[in-house]
């Protein structure tokens, strides 16, 4: 569109359903349980039933997907385990949420090693903010098992699975339960002085 920055183009630029959907097929051929194993073997296989019934029976969670029922239901803010994700039966994440995994991974270690540094807390209050090393294992294993699956394909189909994951991530909206707050609006209502 000859716009300097791609921030302007992107202003226009709209992700089709059908390239959406091409793309979310190709990701989810790369879907991981919490515990690295593959959930879903070929995209191919998807029928149209089951994008409708994927999109309507899982909601965003922290760096995957959460298919608990009662928390589909509240659209995310009926779960227990409150961004604990990685520890529940109900998840699940792909390629597309790698870089968050390891971003994930990235503040865990710098919040234990700040933790465990001078911070001044009540025992108690540290125990329970510190990251335990089961989900610093849990996040590590599930990265290495994500990031090694993409590197056995070959460099034509990784380029797809790149490409496929770019669109993903530029179509995926997410809400993980915190208010949004926004600019107050500006009082355009006319000052009215007395006679």
Known sequence: MDHRLVHTTMGYYRVGE????????RVTAL????HGNRVWRTAQSLLDSEHVRRAIGEVTAPYGVCREPSNVAAGGHACPLRFRCLGCEHYSTDVSYLPDLQAHLADLLRSRERLMSAFEADDWARAQAMPSAEEIQRVRRLIDRVS???DNLTAEDRAKIDQAVAVVRRTRTVHLGMPRVGQP???VRPVRTLP
Do not use: M
């Not at 390239?19 to 979310?24: D, F, Y």
């Open 18 to 25: 059908e390239r959406r959907r091409e793309a979310v097929d």
């Open 31 to 34: 879907q991981f349980d919490r």
């Open 148 to 150: 090694g699956d993409p």
């Open 185 to 187: 609006l500006p009082d």
